[in-house]
Structures are given as C-alpha cells and as structure tokens.
C-alpha cells in the first residue's frame, strides 16, 4: 500500500509518499515540498500568538496541492502532523476544524518532545543510521530545535528550544544577508537557550542532524569542497555563513538550495553554536526524520 505523512511546518509544508510492504518494509516513492513560511504569518496579541487570515489561505493552498500530489500516487491513506507552526496558537483548534472540514484530513499537532521522539525514532529507522548506539540529535525546523541524547537502554534526555532557522531570521536580520553584528545576536540568543542543556556540554558523542537547513549546508559543502561529510568540528558551518554572504554566491545559491537562501545562513549560525557547545566527535546529515518516524507510529 502507499501512505502520505504530510508535515506542517513553520517553514516548510512538505508530504513523502512511501510504499509498504507486507512485511513493513518501507520505501520512499516521492517527495514534494512547499515553501510557505508559515512562521511569517503570525500575529502577537496580549493574548498571545495567531495565525493570520492570509497565513491560513496559505496553508489551506499548500495542502490541498498535497492532498492532489497523494490521489496522484494512489495513496490508500493520508496522515498529516504540525509541529511549531500550529503548536500554541489561539486559532489552532480553529485551523483544524478548517482542514477537516475542507479536505476531510485530521492534523495533530505534536508537542515539542513528541516531535524530538519520531525524529529520534526516524533517525534509528534508517538503514544508515539503525545500530547507531548513543550520540545527540538535532532537530532544527523553522520555529523549533529539538535535542535528543539517546543511549541504548536509557531514557532518552529530551529538550524543545523555541527558536529555528526562519524565527531567528524574523527577528534578527533586517536584509537578506546577516551582518556581524546580527550573527552576533544570534549567537546569543542560541547560546541563552542552550544554559538547560548541560546533559550535552562538551559531551564529546556522535551528532546527527535532521531537517532541510542540515541538508542545505551540505549541499553547499560539497558544491564548495566536493566533500559529501560534514567535518567533526563547526568549520563546514563557518564556510557555508561565509559563502552566503558573497553576493555572487548568494544570487546563484537559489539554484542549489531552492526556498532556503534566507534561512541557511541563520540555521548555520545556530548550528554553529550548538556544535561548539557539544563539541562532537562526528556531524552526520540524515535523510530520515519525523516523517519517517511519524510513519512507524501510524503502521498497522
């Protein structure tokens, strides 16, 4: 049978089709994405946050095109999940009641650990990565990094931070390109969030990252240094934060890295930070991720 997960994100509204077997084996078939930058339509109250009436036609499009992108591949199901760019907004029940209504498609809306826990269980899923014993996760959306260490046998230690590659955007930069002053700030505002997380300080394990901004960044590597790993250390992070702040470079990157010239940059910083404080023995960009594991929770 083909399955679609559709997942809402603050950045990116994205939907894998995958084939499985009947011994639940599972294979990805195809793959469609829509950049709609959710995160960018919200609107703060003294009440608190919303999504805006232009943000919802926005969702409520980009869904629907996924919706036809499963009938099209003869899906037998559809699941769809939100993480960051429905989590906490007044209107979200609102917007639920919206996509069933219109598209007969149920959304949960998982927590921030929920979220960490299928990315971690999609990360052990993958064939590359399955007897990978112990190390730290992350996780960077568009409105949320989600940090994981894991160790066979024990409780995973788990942390959702509010900030990811689109929000760090929103509030720091204020062109396209950060200055240095704006990384800067970034930086700190990563490295304030990172003052709970001393289950990871210097911890010297594995990292393995999930998600488009991860992907980007190496794609960026191995178009500047034919290299397809990420180095042990945060340099690949620095090269690709230099290189996007070449304007020649920045003009063409829409080519290599399409819907992400403005967010890679602040996911680099980020990351950067993150890396320095972890300080790893091996960077590992995976290709499976809380869709995948999302997926094991839903098969029969």
């Known amino acids: 049978m083909n399955v679609c997960v559709i997942d809402i994100g603050s950045n990116t509204i994205k939907a894998t089709i995958f084939?499985?077997?009947k011994n639940r084996t599972?294979?990805?078939?195809?793959?469609?994405?829509?950049?709609?930058?959710?995160?960018?339509?919200?609107?703060?109250?003294?009440d608190g946050v919303y999504l805006s009436g232009?943000?919802?036609?926005?969702?409520?499009?980009?869904?629907?095109?996924?919706?036809s992108f499963a009938e099209k591949h003869n899906c037998d199901s559809v699941y769809a999940f939100a993480t960051a760019s429905l989590r906490g907004l007044l209107n979200a029940?609102?917007?639920?009641?919206?996509?069933?209504?219109?598209?007969?498609?149920?959304?949960?809306?998982?927590?921030?650990?929920?979220?960490?826990?299928?990315?971690l269980k999609g990360l052990l899923?993958?064939?590359d990565t399955y007897n990978v014993k112990s190390g730290v996760m992350i996780d960077m959306g568009g409105g949320s990094t989600e940090i994981v260490y894991f160790d066979s046998g024990k409780t995973p230690k788990i942390v959702s931070l509010p900030f990811?590659?689109?929000?760090?955007?929103?509030?720091?930069?204020?062109?396209?390109?950060p200055t240095d002053e704006e990384i800067l700030k970034i930086e700190n505002h990563v490295q304030k969030e990172l003052k709970n997380c001393t289950f990871i300080k210097g911890i010297n394990e594995p990292v393995f990252l999930i998600g488009?901004?991860?992907?980007?960044?190496?794609?960026?590597?191995?178009?500047?240094?034919?290299?397809?790993?990420?180095?042990s250390d945060s340099g690949d992070f620095t090269l690709v934060i230099d290189k996007m702040r070449e304007e020649d470079f920045?003009?063409?990157?829409?080519?290599?890295?399409?819907?992400?010239?403005?967010?890679?940059?602040?996911?680099?910083?980020?990351?950067?930070?993150i890396l320095n404080f972890i300080a790893p023995s091996s960077v590992t960009v995976s290709l499976s991720g809380v869709r995948e594991g999302y997926l094991e929770k839903i098969l029969p």
């Open 26 to 46: 599972k294979k990805t078939l195809s793959f469609k994405g829509h950049k709609a930058k959710l995160g960018l339509y919200k609107a703060h109250t003294e």
């Open 125 to 127: 899923s993958d064939e």
């Open 212 to 231: 488009g901004s991860a992907r980007a960044v190496l794609k960026i590597v191995k178009t500047c240094v034919n290299r397809d790993k990420l180095r």
């Open 250 to 273: 920045f003009n063409n990157a829409e080519k290599l890295i399409p819907g992400r010239t403005t967010t890679v940059t602040t996911g680099a910083v980020a990351y950067r930070t």
């Open 54 to 67: 232009e943000g919802i036609l926005v969702l409520c499009e980009s869904v629907s095109d996924l919706i």
């Open 93 to 119: 029940q609102e917007i639920l009641d919206l996509l069933f209504e219109k598209y007969s498609l149920k959304v949960e809306i998982l927590s921030g650990k929920d979220e960490a826990l299928y990315s």
């Open 164 to 177: 990811g590659c689109l929000n760090l955007y929103e509030e720091y930069v204020k062109d396209t390109i």
């Open 19 to 21: 084939s499985i077997s």
